[in-house]
């Protein structure tokens, strides 16, 4: 600590070049306080929505964030929201319309899967270092000494070819995980997996003893006011959770459980999810500084991007021009779920390929996530970085037949059973003591009904009407 007379001597103007400098990097504000004169917005029941507020009243410049929001639509959105002191400051021209409808979070589906592992580990059914073995009795001795913690994270180590995790969806992914061999020593470099997070998924429902999809709703979605028919999550032919990329939900819950993160778990008077467990799942790791716990991260100086095979290194920050403790939830074709604590901002945004596959590498994500922060009028801005001008566009057709790894695809071996990559007792035709048209009825009608629920569900509350949080005006 520095002590009083000598930061005495130090010349006024560096110590608010440091303030300022501490501020917009962000990476040790904190989450920024809700000024006394500013209104603020209760939580949200169930079935209300985040009310509109005059973003002036809330420390936005109207005009940026109108732009900004125009970008956004631009960039063939569904749905482009701003949430500032738990108030929705602005929304696409589009949201009115596809408010109620749930929208593919792709990717985003993992920071899910996190935070239903958060609950878990709160409540003491799961510890972070608990090896899988532990819940998956099968599995041999190294992949059994996998931990909750290694696959939080994507460092398994194990091999990652991108065919050969969609073929395991129809056959089964947890064997798949099992039965991969390890390219790399666990913990020591990130992949993007998918099929070892239904792994993960399937170890929180052996280890609360109920269904993923059940334990989320009764102890995630429930606690916060999401009713189930308000969100699909889809299954894989074995019957488990699509945990890595299958959710589907509205925007206005996709921002109560971005507030829970910003709130570090708490929701109303319960504590839902420890603090130390978010503290850590928004921090990234040496193998990739710009990934926590399934959520992507701001603060590295390089990240490695969502190549689903060999990790693809981009020399630069996730989000230039953004604060430095920027994270969320992200996943393709631009769905977001982003925090940025400093400027006490959710950020949540659906739609298509405005800006590409890539949400990591779209230079059009990041701008759009720019210029909503930017439009923040009571903290500094941070210089234009040029995203256009001065970053790498997404990867060039060489790049992607590099990292699809087309050369270790195993997908006849998997799908047929056949060979080295074959899975003990399961091909596309016969699984798991079950023929295909067995796990289809099953699967089919489980998504059947998810989808009458939430049809059902759209059309009650657009019947009922929007019914909306009080707003606490000082």
Not at 85 to 103: I, K, T
Not at 242 to 257: C, E, F, S, T, V
Not at 352 to 358: F, K, Q, R, T, Y
Not at 395 to 424: F, H, Q, R
Request: hydrophobic residues 40%; aromatic residues 8%.
């Amino acid at each position: 600590m520095i002590a009083a007379s000598r930061l005495r001597s130090i010349p006024a103007v560096l110590v608010m070049c440091a303030l300022i400098a501490f501020s917009t990097s962000g990476s040790a504000a904190g989450l920024q306080p809700i000024p006394a004169s500013a209104p603020k917005c209760a939580q949200p029941e169930q079935d209300q929505l985040y009310p509109l507020v005059d973003p002036a009243r809330l420390g936005i410049n109207p005009e940026r964030l109108r732009a900004a929001l125009q970008y956004g639509t631009q960039l063939l959105s569904t749905s482009v929201r701003v949430y500032r002191y738990g108030c929705l400051a602005g929304q696409s021209v589009v949201d009115p319309v596809s408010e109620f409808a749930p929208f593919p979070l792709a990717s985003a589906s993992k920071g899910v899967l996190s935070l239903a592992v958060g609950r878990a580990v709160t409540m003491g059914y799961l510890k972070l270092d608990d090896p899988i073995g532990k819940y998956i009795p099968q599995a041999d001795a190294a992949h059994g000494a996998l931990t909750v913690r290694t696959l939080l994270q994507q460092l398994s180590g194990l091999r990652l070819v991108v065919a050969d995790e969609i073929a395991a969806i129809a056959t089964d992914p947890v064997q798949a995980t099992l039965d991969q061999p390890f390219w790399y020593l666990p913990g020591t470099e990130y992949m993007y997996g998918q099929s070892v997070l239904a792994t993960l998924a399937h170890v929180v429902g052996k280890a609360t003893g109920m269904d993923y999809q059940t334990f989320v709703q009764r102890e995630l979605m429930g606690r916060v006011g999401i009713p189930r028919n308000h969100w699909i999550w889809l299954r894989d032919r074995s019957g488990g959770t699509i945990a890595a990329g299958g959710l589907l939900m509205r925007p206005n819950d996709q921002a109560k459980l971005g507030h829970l993160m910003l709130y570090k778990g708490k929701w109303g008077s319960q504590q839902l999810i420890s603090q130390s467990y978010l503290e850590e799942a928004v921090h990234g790791t040496a193998p990739n500084p710009g990934y926590g716990f399934l959520f992507w991260t701001n603060e590295g100086d390089w990240h490695k991007v969502s190549h689903i095979g060999r990790p693809k290194r981009a020399d630069y920050e996730l989000l230039p021009g953004s604060p430095r403790d920027t994270y969320g939830a992200m996943g393709a074709l631009g769905q977001m779920i982003i925090n940025v604590p400093s400027r006490h901002l959710v950020i949540v945004r659906n739609g298509g390929p405005g800006g590409g596959l890539s949400t990591i590498e779209s230079l059009e994500m990041k701008e759009l996530m720019r210029r909503l922060v930017d439009s923040v009028d009571d903290a500094p801005r941070i210089p234009d970085p040029g995203i256009f001008a001065n970053y790498p566009a997404g990867s060039s057709i060489d790049d992607a037949l590099i990292y699809l790894n087309i050369l270790d695809w195993n997908v006849l071996g998997i799908l047929t059973g056949v060979g080295d990559a074959g899975l003990p007792n399961c091909n596309i035709l016969f699984c798991n003591g079950r023929f295909i048209t067995q796990d289809l009825a099953a699967f089919g009608g489980d998504t059947l009904l998810q989808f009458i629920g939430a049809a059902g569900g759209t059309i009650e509350d657009k019947l009922r009407g929007r019914r909306y949080s009080p707003v606490i005006y000082p």
